[in-house]
């Protein structure tokens, strides 16, 4: 069984900093793709951003020049650096991962979601 866990949202104020840190565990062979998306009410799930196992990085426009994705290979997890928020970025954030459990099997995993809330 393999587990994705969020952490580090919470409440913040417009023009602060988070840091959201997503760490998987269990039978892993190796990750692929490690990308956040997140939910607003009453919207879809979006993209924020993505890191390739190559470490290529791909962002949502509304994000761009803000966050920073990176990621951690040798702790299995992935991190998502929100600098200046606005509170059009309030939403429950996702971590999604691609995972090899077997050399085989790749299967997607998504975490439970954590929630990020911007406001003065």
């Known amino acids: 069984q393999v587990q994705v866990v969020e952490s580090g949202g919470g409440l913040v104020q417009p023009g602060g900093s988070l840091r959201l840190s997503c760490t998987a565990s269990?039978?892993?062979?190796?990750?692929?793709?490690m990308g956040w998306y997140r939910q607003a009410p009453g919207k879809q799930r979006e993209l924020v951003a993505i890191v390739t196992s190559r470490g290529n990085t791909n962002y949502a426009d509304s994000v761009k020049g803000r966050f920073t994705i990176s990621r951690d290979n040798a702790k299995n997890t992935v991190y998502l650096q929100m600098n200046n928020l606005e509170p059009e970025d309030t939403a429950v954030y996702y971590c999604?991962?691609?995972?090899?459990?077997?050399?085989?099997?790749?299967?997607?995993?998504w975490g439970q979601g954590i929630q990020v809330t911007v406001s003065s």
């Open positions: 999604n991962m691609d995972i090899a459990t077997m050399i085989t099997q790749i299967n997607n995993y």
């Open positions: 269990g039978r892993i062979v190796s990750i692929y793709a």
